[in-house]
């Protein structure tokens, strides 16, 4: 019997520790594909605690994004994270294509799909974490892994639509800080429009300056990389063959079972469902203690492949 049904974006730590009568913190969770090089958060956030008590005003955070991205304040606009910058994307363009093997939330917010309309592409790309070759363009391009996969923060096409999700990068996806970085100032204008009122928590707004100042793609992706090869050669010893990618995650085609096995162990990966692939797991490069108890808990289930 199945511990916990595959939810459609993953994260589900919090169910899965009720289901174990465990606390949250005990859970693994490598279903949320964060970074593992990021500095704690948690210091940065509790310094703007009094943000809590005045409503939200994010214009010192959008700023600090300008900054970082070297683009115009006036082409970005804020979000409740990745999911809501999608949301708003496609209630300005309702009617695009992405296709099958792609992130499921651009198809589930799309009002209809055109294979002739405006395409939508992540990149890297989720769930295989490949990196997508230079001439490749798109309409609008969800960067959510770009600076953990490359170091830089954006590619900087002309043109396109960029949606990003900052709490995958500063690991801390409680805060929920998303972004659309627009073409031009008109189009932000429009997304900005469709937003809700104090969109970006209070707490979020203030915290986002200094926890940009404080990150270092660079460093980021010089600390994944040895995580990522470490990861793909401990699911290689037990069987399973992970596709090549350049995110901090990895894709794994043919792991059927896998996913039930590790819950009862209080470890949690992506189901390949929401992607069309039901047999195949996304799994997040760990940290090194979240890849020992990995490691563990795949040899303590090495005798129930296929379960």
């Given at each position: 019997m199945t511990l916990l049904s595959p939810g459609p974006h993953g994260g589900d730590a919090q169910r899965l520790a009720w289901?174990?009568?465990?606390?949250?913190?005990?859970?693994?969770?490598?279903?949320?594909?964060?970074?593992?090089?990021?500095?704690?958060?948690?210091?940065?956030?509790?310094?703007?605690?009094?943000?809590?008590?005045?409503?939200?005003d994010d214009s010192a955070a959008v700023a600090a994004?300008?900054?970082?991205?070297?683009?115009?304040?006036?082409?970005?606009?804020?979000?409740?994270?990745?999911?809501?910058?999608?949301?708003?994307?496609?209630?300005?363009?309702?009617?695009?294509?992405?296709?099958?093997?792609?992130?499921?939330?651009?198809?589930?917010?799309?009002?209809?799909?055109?294979?002739?309309?405006?395409?939508?592409?992540?990149?890297?790309?989720?769930?295989?974490?490949?990196l997508a070759p230079r001439d490749c363009r798109a309409f609008v391009r969800d960067e959510a892994f770009y600076a953990l996969a490359t170091g830089t923060w954006t590619r900087g096409d002309q043109g396109t639509i960029v949606v990003g999700s900052l709490t995958k990068a500063l690991a801390c996806p409680g805060l929920r800080i998303g972004y659309v970085l627009a073409p031009d100032d008109g189009t932000a204008a429009r997304i900005a429009h469709l937003r809700p009122r104090w969109s970006l928590n209070g707490l979020a707004a203030a915290a986002l300056p200094d926890l940009l100042a404080a990150a270092d793609p660079a460093a980021w992706v010089a600390g994944i990389g040895p995580l990522r090869s470490d990861l793909t050669d401990l699911l290689h010893r037990h069987g399973l063959d992970a596709c090549p990618g350049a995110a901090n995650f990895l894709w794994v085609p043919a792991a059927r079972g896998l996913r039930d096995?590790?819950?009862?162990?209080?470890?949690?990966?992506?189901?390949?469902?929401?992607?069309?692939?039901?047999d195949a797991v996304r799994i997040a490069v760990p940290t090194p203690a979240g890849l020992e108890r990995f490691e563990r808990v795949l040899w303590l289930t090495a005798g129930a492949e296929g379960g």
């Amino acid at each position: 019997m199945t511990l916990l049904s595959p939810g459609p974006h993953g994260g589900d730590a919090q169910r899965l520790a009720w289901a174990l009568g465990v606390p949250v913190g005990e859970v693994l969770d490598l279903s949320v594909s964060l970074n593992p090089a990021a500095a704690d958060p948690a210091p940065v956030v509790v310094r703007h605690l009094d943000a809590i008590g005045r409503y939200p005003d994010d214009s010192a955070a959008v700023a600090a994004l300008a900054e970082v991205l070297s683009v115009d304040r006036t082409r970005l606009v804020l979000t409740n994270g990745g999911a809501e910058a999608v949301a708003l994307v496609a209630a300005l363009h309702p009617i695009g294509w992405a296709d099958e093997f792609e992130f499921s939330l651009y198809r589930r917010h799309l009002r209809a799909l055109d294979p002739d309309g405006p395409h939508w592409m992540s990149d890297p790309h989720n769930p295989s974490g490949r990196l997508a070759p230079r001439d490749c363009r798109a309409f609008v391009r969800d960067e959510a892994f770009y600076a953990l996969a490359t170091g830089t923060w954006t590619r900087g096409d002309q043109g396109t639509i960029v949606v990003g999700s900052l709490t995958k990068a500063l690991a801390c996806p409680g805060l929920r800080i998303g972004y659309v970085l627009a073409p031009d100032d008109g189009t932000a204008a429009r997304i900005a429009h469709l937003r809700p009122r104090w969109s970006l928590n209070g707490l979020a707004a203030a915290a986002l300056p200094d926890l940009l100042a404080a990150a270092d793609p660079a460093a980021w992706v010089a600390g994944i990389g040895p995580l990522r090869s470490d990861l793909t050669d401990l699911l290689h010893r037990h069987g399973l063959d992970a596709c090549p990618g350049a995110a901090n995650f990895l894709w794994v085609p043919a792991a059927r079972g896998l996913r039930d096995r590790l819950l009862p162990h209080g470890v949690l990966v992506r189901s390949g469902a929401s992607f069309g692939h039901p047999d195949a797991v996304r799994i997040a490069v760990p940290t090194p203690a979240g890849l020992e108890r990995f490691e563990r808990v795949l040899w303590l289930t090495a005798g129930a492949e296929g379960g």
